[in-house]
């Protein structure tokens, strides 16, 4: 399985560990690509959006000529997981005029609404697909405030949807790379596979 990580801005090596740890998991590879210029995308089995600042990535992948590619990927059904920052990229109303949203998530968001970064914390959240729950870190996390009819939510906290599925598309508002914890990888990458602890 050949992995990509948009790499424009924000954690690249916490995410390329977890989906080669979620592929072992499963007795396969996976080979991880670094993006930061178009024409990798179509190349890639898989694609992560990692967290780091959505401004910042929405311009990049505009400009570099990667947020087509990132449509046509969706388009095509081939999976991707959108992290915090990238969720926030990857929905249809990021409510910022700064951050050119992709689209292919049908989600609204508000950015940083569960705080600064003062305000970060880790919860343990039960998520559809999971046998346990999944200890999420939240770090200047987006809120999901709005979900299309055909969104699944897969996790919640204190109510709020924290963690859903689109088609391909699974989208977190918590860091699930900063764990040694791959499930989330699995349930995004092998849909229709037993997810392994």
């Known amino acids: 399985m050949k992995a990509g990580v948009i790499a424009v801005q924000g954690d690249v090596a916490e995410h390329a560990a977890a989906v080669r740890n979620a592929a072992a998991a499963h007795g396969e590879s996976a080979?991880?690509?670094?993006?930061?210029?178009?024409g990798l995308v179509p190349d890639c089995d898989v694609l992560l959006?990692?967290?780091?600042?959505?401004?910042t990535i929405s311009r990049l992948i505009r400009r570099e000529g990667i947020a087509e590619e990132i449509r046509e990927h969706v388009a095509a059904g081939k999976p991707v997981?959108?992290?915090?920052?990238?969720?926030?990229?990857?929905s249809r109303d990021?409510?910022?005029?700064?951050?050119?949203?992709l689209g292919v998530l049908d989600v609204s968001v508000d950015r940083?609404?569960?705080?600064r970064q003062k305000d970060s914390f880790e919860a343990q959240v039960p998520v559809t697909g999971l046998d346990d729950p999944f200890h999420a870190v939240?770090?200047?996390?987006?809120?999901?405030d709005d979900v299309g009819g055909d969104v699944e939510v897969l996790a919640?906290?204190?109510?709020?949807?924290?963690?859903v599925r689109d088609?391909?598309?699974?989208a977190s508002s918590f860091h699930p790379e900063l764990t040694e914890d791959p499930r989330i990888h699995d349930l995004t990458f092998f849909p229709d596979r037993e997810v392994l602890a």
């Open 31 to 38: 080979s991880v690509v670094e993006i930061r210029d178009a």
């Open 49 to 55: 959006m990692p967290g780091g600042e959505s401004t």
């Open 81 to 90: 997981l959108a992290t915090c920052a990238g969720l926030i990229v990857c």
């Open 94 to 101: 990021a409510k910022d005029d700064r951050v050119d949203a």
């Open 112 to 115: 940083n609404a569960f705080g």
């Open 138 to 144: 939240f770090i200047r996390a987006p809120l999901i």
């Open 156 to 163: 919640t906290v204190e109510g709020r949807p924290v963690l």
């Open 167 to 170: 088609g391909p598309v699974v």
